[in-house]
């Protein structure tokens, strides 16, 4: 075979070896899409939307049940409070006994009078016969089916019964329902036809109640649609500065106004007070938002203006 063979021959070799490796390289990487369709687009951003949405929901039911812990921990604390304040009472009470009756014997026997039955031991028997008794191991079960510990340090069997019949008691005591809303509250809220307030107080007690409900009730409204709105806005909106400040300012805003709504619910509003947030509220239901702006300002800082910076005196109005 002579040279020439042998190069072309070659050449042909190195021709399909590079044909070959170009083919697997063009199927390795298949051709990326040059557009996406505007449905796709819709497609992403609802289902961003409604991940949002059931986000901020678990935050709410979360913050929810974080609340009513923490309501249900300290009425256990209080009712701990109480039980100490009850028994130290209690405490004080025989031992002031037992200081009388030992001066009473003391006089009676200087007196030569006979001395008088002890009424402690029949006071007990007859605390004991009232109390109906259960047994230990019963009212262990009972216990843990109320989802309460069976025993506790030093506890006996007196006080467990003790407890055990506070706790019937307190499921039996009706619990107040609260609203739902950005402020849950104890006062029933009225519907939004009903919420139109006018500029005069009531003076009777029923009509400073149904007040407070339709002020809760409003100020519910408008804080609801106020989160629903930031609710609503594109992710990249929320996620700006701008963004934030809004919805830390809607936060702030509703921690605020929890005090209010505990005034309300204990119908404990000083007058001075009350007619500045019934002016503020009217001239709002009226969009009237420059004069509400106004009786805030009253509402807040009287009627004393900042220091204007060319004089040395405060402006009044």
């Known amino acids: 075979m002579d040279f020439a063979a042998l190069m072309s021959k070659e050449i042909s070799k190195a021709k399909s070896g590079g044909s070959s490796s170009s083919d697997k390289k063009d199927t390795s ?3 990326e899409k040059k557009y996406v369709r505007r449905s796709e687009l819709e497609a992403a951003r609802i289902a961003a939307y409604n991940e949002e949405q ?17 309501d249900e921990e300290e009425a256990e604390r209080r009712q701990e409070r109480e039980e ?14 037992e200081e009388e009756a030992a ?10 009078l006979p001395e008088l039955p002890p009424a402690s031991e029949k006071d007990e028997d007859k605390d004991k ?20 510990p069976a025993r506790l340090f030093g506890e006996t ?33 009225v519907p939004e036809k009903d919420m139109k307030i006018s500029t005069t107080l009531p003076k009777d007690t029923e009509g400073r109640k149904y007040l407070f ?9 408008v804080l609801g649609e106020w989160e629903l709105a930031l609710a609503k806005r594109d992710i990249s909106v929320k996620q700006s500065l701008q963004g934030r400040q809004a919805y830390n300012a809607m936060v702030q805003s509703r921690e605020n106004m929890k005090p209010l709504f505990r005034k309300f619910e204990k119908v404990d509003v000083d007058d001075r007070v009350l007619e500045h947030v019934v002016e503020i509220v009217h001239n709002a239901q009226l969009r009237r938002y420059v004069d ?5 300002l009253r509402l807040s800082i009287g009627k004393a203006y900042v220091l204007a910076p060319s004089t040395n005196f405060y402006t009044l109005r």
């Open 29 to 31: 990487n298949p051709p």
């Open 292 to 296: 509400a702006n106004d009786a805030y």
């Open 84 to 97: 100490k304040k009850r028994r130290l009472a209690e405490e004080s009470r025989k031992k002031r006994e």
């Open 54 to 70: 059931e986000r901020a929901q678990r935050e709410r039911e979360e913050r929810m049940a974080q609340k009513r812990k923490l």
């Open 213 to 221: 409900r339709q002020l809760a009730s409003y100020f519910n409204m």
């Open 157 to 189: 069997h007196r006080g467990r019964l003790r407890r055990y019949r506070r706790l019937v008691e307190r499921s039996l005591t009706p619990q107040q329902q609260l609203s739902d809303g950005p402020i849950p509250t104890t006062l029933e809220l």
């Open 129 to 148: 016969d009232e109390e109906e008794d259960i047994p230990d191991e019963e009212l262990v079960t009972k216990l843990r089916e109320m989802d309460e």
């Open 103 to 112: 001066q009473e014997r003391e006089r009676r026997k200087r007196l030569g």
